[in-house]
């Protein structure tokens, strides 16, 4: 067996689940504020990564400014968003919604390829070296940093929706949109803030994902890579959504460890989290942390 | 009596076809309990969605505190200080009973998104401690402190109505609507829930509308009475008055059994 491997294979898994848990986070908040299962969710990746590399590359403007600049826009980008296309949508039935935002995830592919057109694009070298080692595994900068955002985003998050206003407004409302108005929260506030927060969020995971791979369509695949972390985790659960996450990081290079020494069968890394997913699903239909509905009777 | 607190004008509300409320006009003293009676299905529940916002009547006018609220959202009605409860329980079943009440804060918390997240740093923490304090005069005014932590979803049926009271309370309103407080609950509950209503009437003086079927509470506890009846008002006035009206008796309390209506009143 082939330790080195195995463990370059885990801590790669480790750094790309923290970013798919941050990824499957934006999916939660807005499912858990909004009920809408977000199907344009990849597409706030590619957006975000699209708008940073034209920073970049057309202004020619430092990394840091042009990813902050970014952020500013994909913030205004999801509560324009929320306002212009989901809020006429308020009171009409979900899966209309939700039919939305798949024709939003075509539209925004579409848009984002006749700008930038259909080849990948990498972005200017950002950091002086590519990757260092730690503890003998070669580990990419970008990866590093991206690690820390995430566990940042993470925490942030945390602090959000235990200890402010808002979170404690999206909470209510995730719960009884009537009886939050009635107690003085505005509902159409609140969802503009989740939309604002996941796109802003998202666009984060993009950027990083495409100082690593470069920016291509693939991006937006992300949305439904993360479906089977969301969904294990518990679709309404944060704390399911990391976990979630992680664990679908680290299966992914499990399964391509074991199929590239033993098995042979390829594209495991692809299809492994949905058998899991499938697996997990026969015994938690809730997912690992979803919300079972309490009833006392 | 001064200025009512709330002034209804000539309220009608219809779905389709069916008229839930034909031209309903009347006043709420302030710093009165004011019950609103009716058979089922007379536009009671209705007529308390007009005043908090959730549904917009067709025409008339609804006039809070000399401001007229009629197109106002139920967020803004709650800000100006309207609370209510709702006839089905309506509590956050998974939070805790603290952050249930907590969410009633709400509207006066003063930390945004930036602030918040930087909890220790901020003034966010010392602002909690503040509005704790008056949660804490509000859990204690309606004894729950034990159940403080407690998951609201696994509390017994009474407690959760008091859970859903105080959270309506926590909104500091100077008018409170409650659907149906007592529905289901046995006499003992019945007797505290009475007893609280008066108490926020008188101490935290709160002017309390409410909807209540248990004709012996009613009569005891309110100082004005209205009656609805297929969506039209009947009558209001002072209880004794409207229980000694005939329409009211046949629409409301049935006159076949005279015995029975003497047990009530």
Same mark, same amino acid.
């Given at each position: 067996?082939?330790?080195?491997?195995?463990?370059?294979?885990?801590?790669?898994?480790?750094?790309?689940?923290?970013?798919?848990?941050?990824?499957?986070?934006?999916?939660?908040?807005?499912?858990? &504020?909004?009920?809408?299962?977000? $199907?344009?969710?990849?597409?706030?990746?590619?957006?975000?990564?699209?708008?940073?590399?034209?920073?970049?590359?057309?202004?020619?403007?430092?990394?840091?400014?042009?990813?902050?600049?970014?952020?500013?826009?994909?913030?205004?980008?999801?509560?324009?968003?929320?306002?212009?296309?989901?809020?006429?949508?308020?009171?009409?039935?979900?899966?209309?919604?939700?039919?939305?935002?798949?024709?939003?995830?075509?539209?925004?592919?579409?848009?984002?390829?006749?700008?930038?057109?259909?080849?990948?694009?990498?972005?200017?070298?950002?950091?002086?070296?590519?990757?260092?080692?730690?503890?003998?595994?070669?580990?990419?900068?970008?990866?590093?940093?991206?690690? %820390?955002?995430?566990?940042?985003?993470?925490?942030?998050?945390?602090?959000?929706? #235990?200890?402010? *206003?808002?979170?404690?407004?999206?909470?209510?409302?995730?719960? =009884?949109?009537?009886? +939050?108005?009635?107690?003085?929260?505005?509902?159409?506030?609140?969802?503009?803030?989740?939309?604002?927060?996941?796109?802003?969020?998202?666009?984060?995971?993009?950027?990083?994902?495409?100082?690593?791979?470069?920016?291509?369509?693939?991006? &937006?695949?992300?949305?439904? *890579?993360?479906?089977?972390?969301?969904?294990?985790?518990?679709?309404?659960?944060?704390?399911?959504?990391?976990?979630?996450?992680?664990?679908?990081?680290?299966?992914?290079?499990?399964?391509? $460890?074991?199929?590239?020494?033993?098995?042979?069968?390829?594209?495991?890394?692809?299809? +492994?989290? $949905?058998?899991?997913?499938?697996?997990?699903?026969?015994?938690?239909?809730?997912?690992? $942390?979803?919300?079972?509905?309490?009833?006392?009777? | 009596?001064?200025?009512?607190?709330? #002034?209804?004008?000539?309220?009608?509300?219809?779905?389709?076809?069916?008229? %839930?409320?034909?031209?309903?006009?009347?006043?709420?003293?302030?710093?009165?309990?004011?019950?609103?009676?009716?058979?089922?299905?007379?536009?009671?529940?209705?007529?308390?969605?007009?005043?908090?916002?959730?549904?917009?009547?067709?025409?008339?006018?609804?006039?809070?505190?000399?401001?007229?609220?009629?197109?106002?959202?139920?967020?803004?009605?709650?800000?100006?200080?309207?609370?209510?409860?709702?006839?089905?329980?309506?509590?956050?079943?998974?939070?805790?009973?603290?952050?249930?009440?907590?969410?009633?804060?709400?509207?006066?918390? #003063?930390?945004?998104?930036?602030?918040?997240?930087?909890?220790?740093?901020?003034?966010?923490?010392?602002?909690?401690?503040?509005?704790?304090?008056?949660?804490?005069?509000?859990?204690?005014?309606?004894?729950?402190?034990?159940?403080?932590?407690?998951?609201?979803?696994?509390?017994?049926?009474?407690?959760? *109505?008091?859970?859903?009271? %105080?959270?309506?309370?926590?909104?500091?309103?100077?008018?409170?609507?409650?659907?149906?407080?007592?529905?289901?609950?046995?006499?003992?509950?019945?007797?505290?829930?009475?007893?609280?209503?008066?108490?926020?009437?008188?101490?935290?003086?709160?002017?309390?509308?409410?909807?209540?079927?248990?004709?012996?509470?009613?009569? =005891?506890?309110?100082?004005?009475?209205?009656?609805?009846?297929?969506?039209? #008002?009947?009558?209001?006035?002072?209880?004794?008055?409207?229980?000694?009206?005939?329409?009211?008796?046949? %629409?409301?309390?049935?006159?076949? =059994?005279?015995?029975?209506?003497?047990?009530?009143?």
């Amino acid at each position: 067996m082939n330790f080195e491997l195995l463990i370059q294979l885990l801590v790669n898994g480790l750094i790309v689940g923290l970013l798919y848990g941050v990824i499957a986070m934006c999916f939660v908040l807005v499912y858990k &504020s909004t009920q809408i299962v977000n $199907f344009a969710q990849g597409e706030f990746l590619l957006v975000g990564a699209w708008v940073c590399w034209a920073f970049l590359v057309y202004m020619e403007l430092p990394f840091f400014v042009g990813f902050l600049l970014t952020l500013a826009f994909m913030a205004a980008f999801g509560v324009l968003l929320q306002m212009i296309v989901l809020r006429p949508m308020i009171g009409e039935p979900i899966i209309s919604v939700i039919m939305i935002t798949i024709g939003l995830s075509i539209f925004f592919q579409a848009l984002m390829k006749w700008i930038f057109g259909v080849d990948p694009q990498s972005y200017p070298q950002v950091f002086d070296t590519q990757s260092v080692q730690i503890m003998g595994l070669n580990v990419e900068v970008a990866y590093l940093m991206s690690t %820390a955002i995430a566990l940042f985003i993470m925490a942030a998050f945390y602090f959000f929706f #235990k200890h402010s *206003k808002h979170g404690l407004a999206m909470r209510a409302t995730a719960f =009884d949109q009537q009886v +939050a108005q009635s107690l003085g929260i505005s509902v159409k506030h609140v969802f503009a803030m989740s939309w604002g927060i996941a796109a802003t969020v998202s666009a984060t995971a993009g950027v990083v994902i495409g100082l690593v791979n470069g920016v291509s369509d693939s991006l &937006s695949i992300m949305g439904i *890579k993360v479906f089977p972390a969301v969904i294990l985790g518990g679709l309404d659960s944060i704390v399911g959504a990391i976990v979630g996450g992680i664990t679908i990081g680290i299966l992914e290079n499990l399964a391509e $460890f074991f199929d590239s020494q033993y098995f042979h069968v390829g594209n495991m890394y692809d299809i +492994a989290p $949905f058998y899991v997913l499938l697996i997990i699903l026969w015994f938690k239909p809730y997912g690992l $942390f979803g919300t079972q509905d309490i009833e006392r009777i | 009596m001064s200025e009512p607190i709330l #002034k209804i004008d000539k309220i009608s509300l219809a779905f389709g076809g069916v008229k %839930a409320l034909t031209d309903v006009s009347f006043e709420v003293p302030r710093g009165s309990v004011f019950s609103i009676i009716g058979p089922n299905g007379a536009g009671k529940t209705s007529m308390l969605n007009c005043i908090s916002g959730r549904y917009k009547p067709n025409s008339g006018s609804i006039t809070f505190n000399n401001q007229n609220v009629t197109h106002l959202r139920p967020n803004d009605r709650a800000d100006l200080g309207m609370g209510r409860t709702f006839q089905n329980l309506a509590l956050f079943g998974h939070m805790s009973v603290l952050d249930n009440i907590m969410v009633g804060r709400h509207h006066l918390l #003063k930390n945004n998104w930036i602030s918040g997240p930087l909890y220790w740093a901020s003034k966010a923490q010392k602002e909690e401690l503040e509005h704790r304090r008056y949660v804490e005069e509000v859990i204690d005014f309606l004894e729950i402190s034990h159940i403080r932590k407690s998951v609201a979803g696994t509390l017994s049926y009474g407690l959760r *109505k008091r859970v859903e009271l %105080a959270r309506a309370m926590a909104l500091n309103p100077q008018l409170i609507l409650l659907d149906e407080p007592m529905a289901g609950m046995n006499l003992e509950e019945k007797e505290d829930m009475a007893r609280y209503i008066l108490d926020l009437n008188e101490e935290f003086g709160i002017t309390v509308v409410m909807i209540e079927h248990d004709m012996g509470v009613v009569m =005891d506890i309110s100082h004005q009475v209205m009656v609805l009846d297929f969506g039209k #008002k009947l009558i209001a006035g002072l209880p004794d008055e409207v229980m000694a009206n005939e329409h009211v008796k046949r %629409a409301y309390l049935g006159v076949e =059994d005279d015995a029975e209506l003497e047990e009530v009143s």
